[in-house]
């Protein structure tokens, strides 16, 4: 069997499986460290960096970045946790997120994270983008909430393999692009599938809004990261 792998985290001394990210290892390790555009079981693209660390004074992404012997890891610093929030502020101006009228809310990973970092207010001047709503037989795409964190671009495929969520444009005007054709070939499943693993309000299945009433939503109950920080 593989020798486990000696690694340390703000100070803390952990052991990875020789293979696993920073974040898994962490995980394992009862250490929280936040992410989004990363989801269990698909494949890491980091793409969002809210999983920034340093290691070795080097940032990197901690859903992507296999641990290696000896490494030293920055995790709840403040220079860290300023960075994180910044992205998420920035996420915020960069999207037109209205959370109190938004289905997803209390179930929002982004809500999720600004709560967890105390944002009342971001830092930098919204932009108000110009965005619109998709509408599919099954689901609503609501560009406005979209992140960009590809998962219902790695999670959602037919059968036979093709995807039916894709990205297209590039840089400031780049969005979730569908294939109407399969699409309209989703099945119930598959589109609550959809909802589901996106992080925020984006993809909705029609016709199942507010049905978790305030107060038992996911986020209602306990903050985001704390079944990690409660497994200590
Ligand atoms: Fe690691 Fe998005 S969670 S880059």
New binding site residues.
């Given amino acids: 069997m593989p020798e486990p792998i000696k690694f340390i985290i703000d100070g803390k001394e952990c052991t990875a499986e020789p293979g696993q990210t920073i974040?898994e290892a962490a995980k394992a390790n009862g250490v929280y460290i936040?992410?989004?555009?990363?989801f269990e079981g698909l494949k890491?693209?980091?793409?969002?960096?809210?999983?920034?660390v340093r290691v070795n004074g080097r940032w990197m992404?901690?859903?992507?970045q296999p641990v290696a012997p000896g490494m030293v890891v920055e995790n709840h610093t403040t220079e860290v946790e300023e960075y994180r929030r910044a992205l998420i502020e920035m996420l915020f101006v960069e999207g037109n997120h209205f959370c109190p009228a938004c289905e997803k809310s209390g179930n929002c990973e982004l809500q999720a994270l600004a709560y967890r970092y105390q944002i009342m207010v971001p830092g930098f001047p919204y932009l108000f983008p110009k965005k619109d709503i998709e509408a599919f037989p099954k689901f609503l795409l609501e560009h406005n909430r979209c992140v960009q964190?590809r998962r219902c671009i790695r999670a959602i495929q037919t059968p036979d393999g093709k995807k039916i969520f894709d990205m297209k444009n590039r840089s400031g005007r780049v969005r979730i692009n569908v294939d109407r054709k399969l699409a309209a070939k989703l099945s119930e499943e598959e589109a609550q599938k959809a909802m589901d693993i996106c992080p925020v309000g984006a993809i909705l299945k029609k016709e199942v809004g507010f049905r978790i009433p305030i107060g038992k939503r996911k986020y209602d109950k306990k903050p985001i990261g704390s079944e990690i920080e409660e497994s200590k």
């Fill in positions: 974040y936040p992410v989004l555009c990363h890491p693209v980091g793409s969002c960096r809210i999983c920034s992404a901690a859903c992507t964190c």
